[in-house]
């Protein structure tokens, strides 16, 4: 078998797996799949009203990047990126910025 072969077999039964009973549900935010049973059921409409730089700014901060990171990985001002995480927790009506690296270490942090 090839290895060609052998990755298209991979996927096929990645495939299957998902489309099995009891696979993980999933949730769309940007362009990432989370799995469901990380996204908080009292924070899901307003997460799905996040802009594309917002959702890319709590995946880095969910990785543990510091805002000096996140604004050189987005080539913008680390002030925009406080803006911008100031937004995402206004909008998810969090206490501060404690609560909102939380939940986005529990959204994007890798679980593997």
């Given amino acids: 078998m090839t290895e060609e072969e052998r990755l298209a077999a991979i996927a096929e039964l990645l495939r299957k797996a998902d489309a099995m009973p009891g696979a993980p549900e999933r949730v769309a935010l940007g362009e990432h799949m989370i799995e469901a049973a990380r996204v908080p059921r009292r924070h899901r409409e307003a997460l799905l ?64």
């Fill in 49 to 112: 009203r996040l802009t594309p730089t917002e959702i890319t700014c709590i995946r880095f901060l969910g990785w543990g990047r510091s805002n000096g990171d996140i604004a050189t990985l987005l080539l913008m001002a680390e002030n925009t990126v406080r803006v911008h995480l100031s937004n995402v927790a206004r909008k998810l009506e969090l206490d501060g910025m404690r609560e909102l690296a939380a939940l986005a270490g529990l959204l994007f942090y890798p679980s593997d």
